[in-house]
């Protein structure tokens, strides 16, 4: 009589099927078992935090006494930053597919060069999170001080993690700018994609629910509440009917533009500076500079909807 196969024996199975590389669909052929780092959340969550406390020192670390502790600080933070860069930027080149013939010294090459230029940009990073937090105290009367937006406001949180994984995003590093976003996006409820490009004095007060997609542009001293969507409103696709991926298809935001909450805004469209968008409205067209939407009034609603089925989306 055959003897039945152990529980653990049952287990070992498994865990060979689940180990042979052939199977690995999703892994670059030429990378399997070169031991090459692998992407790790919580070394992506570190350089973030790395990233913040070089730039905003005292409030992502703990107090010091003298310049000179702070400086050995930040020293032993950069260095660190480094060394995480450097491996999670070779584990997302790995990782990509249109690297699977690039020799493992290119790739090294790569990834050293990419986090010395990002802990370069750090200075202009934090010139630019200035102006948001800057903008953020000045238009929120809640607000206390700029210590306080720093340390408290979800916005500027998603906002640095934003403008850290765009830094990345130039710099042609795969995967991991998207890991930080989406980070963020867990901790906040705030998704921005690192790809949007966002200028300076860009506030998003209470922020749950907003979402920014990748080809959205927004202009300087622009303000959005809480539920925003600057969205999609079709996608073009392929023969095979996917969707036909990098054509813009995101929103427009002039500058000086207040967006208030749980407000939609899809398509390609172009939302003038200075315009106002009030809440709850759904836009799909292009609003003029300096033009103001809201809602229409429940007593115009039945003859307003008889002209335009889209009255609220002018």
Request: proline content about 5%; glycine content about 8%; charged content about 20%.
């Amino acid at each position: 009589m055959e003897q039945k196969p152990t529980n653990q024996q049952r287990v070992d199975e498994v865990i060979g099927r689940l180990c042979c590389l052939d199977d690995m669909r999703h892994v670059c052929p030429s990378r399997k078992g070169e031991g090459e780092p692998l992407l790790s959340n919580h070394s992506v969550r570190r350089i973030v935090d790395l990233a913040r406390q070089l730039m905003f020192p005292g409030f992502y670390t703990e107090s010091v006494e003298n310049d000179s502790v702070l400086r050995s600080m930040m020293t032993l933070a950069s260095r660190e930053l480094y060394t995480l860069l450097v491996s999670q930027i070779t584990a997302g080149l790995c990782f990509d597919t249109s690297n699977c013939e690039a020799s493992m010294t290119a790739i090294h090459e790569e990834a050293h060069e990419s986090a010395i230029q990002f802990i370069e940009a750090l200075p202009s990073i934090r010139h630019i999170l200035d102006t948001d937090i800057d903008a953020t105290y000045l238009g929120d009367p809640a607000a206390v001080s700029t210590h306080e937006v720093i340390a408290c406001y979800p916005g500027v949180r998603a906002t640095m993690s934003f403008r850290i994984a765009h830094q990345l995003l130039k710099l042609n590093v795969p995967i991991v700018p998207r890991m930080i976003t989406e980070q963020a996006h867990a901790d906040t409820g705030i998704d921005i994609h690192p790809a949007a490009q966002i200028a300076e004095g860009f506030v998003i007060d209470h922020g749950t629910g907003v979402v920014i997609g990748a080809t959205a542009i927004i202009g300087k001293n622009v303000k959005i509440y809480q539920g925003v969507t600057l969205g999609a409103k079709s996608f073009v696709t392929d023969d095979s009917n996917n969707p036909v991926k990098g054509i813009p298809r995101h929103p427009i935001i002039g500058d000086n533009v207040v967006i208030y909450s749980n407000s939609t805004i899809l398509g390609r469209v172009t939302i003038g500076e200075n315009a106002v968008i009030g809440g709850n409205l759904w836009v799909t067209r292009d609003v003029a500079a300096g033009e103001k939407l809201i809602q229409a009034r429940a007593d115009n609603f039945r003859s307003s909807i008889e002209n335009d089925p889209w009255p609220c989306a002018l």
